[in-house]
């Protein structure tokens, strides 16, 4: 191993206390790369004929929620009336119909749509019934395989679900995170355990093809008592899916805010050890009864039926446009978010201009390792893929990562199939950054 090829056991140490700061890799290179003066040629970019062989998805941000939880680093707002709310959701149409009429996109087909947030199912039915119809008018759903919908189960009532599910959405995504009321109220959770019981049983009724639910392993005041009682009622709901999260304290998160008056270093939450024992716990039950871990964050009950569309397409490649304040695109190999402010958001797309802030132009090289990182995530990275897609040897040309994987009994080749232990898959996110370019490591890289 030469001096510019770094240790994985360098890059990111397992250090056993939660200290304020991201963990969860979920793009390359690093935002802390991405530019304002990039930005600015992305019209060029939009002009230009797009590869018909790449898939489109479609993201639209609902930046809106009941409370704002203390764990929370997503750009939400709290105190929109229905005329701010309504204000936003013409300029997030008028962004995409922008996008719509752009050489690059005009003409093709999503084959998946998503809606995060922020809180999508704060919306009234009205509201959904208007966005979605106008979205579908734009970039037409024809062509969909999986159409994704968070929702706060505390937000929810049959009637609201019933026209979700009629909207054309395929995948409900419950953001439950523990089953316990008092552990969801000191957390800042809006909704409560009664909540979840009813907005699952809706949500069977309504015939959603898949229901996945969001599971938060360290929330404050978890105990093993507790997590063990949270996998005993997800396993008699029985979800199509589960997501599980290991919970990290960013720094424009109300915990941080707190540890930060309190002149605290460590976050009041679980040791990352007891979380990732906390996942495999949950992990081995639900194996016990028939699930199948398909990344270090998700198990589902039957992986011929249940799919992630929108996870796999953006892991492969997939161009993303994304709609809203500060969301997050890719096209053409180029990165780029939003404004962040609403307001400021608002004001460009009324204005004709396109509301991003910073962008990045990728390499060859650097879309790579971005779906080889991503990829990783799922516990097996095949080295045939990469060959074909960007005719590169990742044996060789990782030859130090993977020898080094494989000398902690970490991970091992298969074949042509790279295949991580469960311990590495709990671990995953610490791994990555060892495969990196030397100039981004070290960087602010969440």
């Known amino acids: 191993m030469n001096d510019s090829t770094p240790s994985i056991s360098k890059v990111h140490a397992d250090a056993e206390e939660t200290t304020a700061g991201n963990y969860f890799i979920s793009n390359y290179p690093p935002f802390h790369f991405w530019d304002a003066g990039t930005a600015t040629h992305l019209e060029e970019l939009l002009q230009t004929p ?100 968070e929702a706060e189960p505390g937000t929810l009532n049959e009637a609201k679900v019933m026209a979700i599910r009629e909207l054309g959405v395929t ?66 709901l029985g979800p199509d899916c589960v997501t599980i999260y290991q919970m990290e304290v960013p720094y424009n998160t109300g915990i941080f805010k707190r540890m930060k008056e309190e002149g605290q270093l460590v976050a009041p939450v679980a040791t990352w050890n007891t979380k990732r024992e906390w996942v495999g716990y949950a992990f081995s039950e639900l194996e016990k009864v028939g699930y199948t871990v398909t990344s270090g964050y998700t198990a589902v009950r039957d992986p011929a039926r249940t799919r992630f569309v929108y996870r796999d397409a953006l892991w492969q490649g997939a161009d993303l446009i994304g709609a809203g304040v500060a969301s997050f695109s890719h096209i053409g190999g180029v990165h780029f978010q939003n404004a962040a402010e609403i307001g400021q958001y608002i004001d ?58 494989e000398a902690r009994c970490l991970a091992q080749w298969q074949g042509e199939i790279f295949v991580l232990t469960r311990e590495a898959l709990l671990r995953v996110d610490t791994l990555l950054p060892a495969f990196f370019l030397p100039q981004h490591q070290n960087a602010r890289y969440t």
Not at 109 to 137: C, E, H, I, N
Not at 366 to 390: D, T
Request: aromatic share 12%.
């Open 50 to 149: 797009s590869p018909s062989e790449t898939p489109l998805g479609v993201y639209f941000h609902i930046p809106f929620c009941r409370k704002r939880c203390h764990f929370c680093y997503f750009r939400v707002y709290t105190d929109r009336n229905a005329s701010e709310i309504q204000r936003y959701l013409d300029a997030g149409i008028r962004e995409l119909e922008r996008y719509a009429q752009a050489p690059f996109v005009n003409g093709r087909k999503p084959s998946f749509v998503y809606f995060g947030g922020g809180t999508p199912s704060y919306l009234s039915v009205p509201q959904l019934r208007s966005l979605t119809d106008r979205m579908k008018a734009l970039l037409s759903w024809d062509s969909v395989e999986e159409v994704t919908f």
């Open 171 to 236: 995948r409900l995504s419950l953001g439950v995170e523990n089953f316990d009321s008092h552990i969801l109220e000191i957390n800042g959770r809006a909704h409560r355990a009664d909540e979840i019981q009813r907005a699952f049983r809706w949500a069977r009724s309504a015939g959603f093809p898949q229901i996945n639910v969001d599971l938060i392993a360290g929330m404050v005041e978890e105990t093993d008592e507790n997590w063990r009682e949270n996998v005993r009622k997800l396993i008699e």
């Open 348 to 405: 460009r797309v009324e204005s004709a201009q396109l509301p991003v802030s910073r962008a990045m132009a990728t390499t060859p090289e650097e879309r790579l390792i971005r779906e080889l990182i991503l990829q990783m995530k799922l516990g097996r990275v095949n080295a045939a893929y990469f060959s074909a897609k960007f005719s590169e040897d990742i044996r060789r040309r990782f030859e130090p990562q993977w020898a080094e994987l």
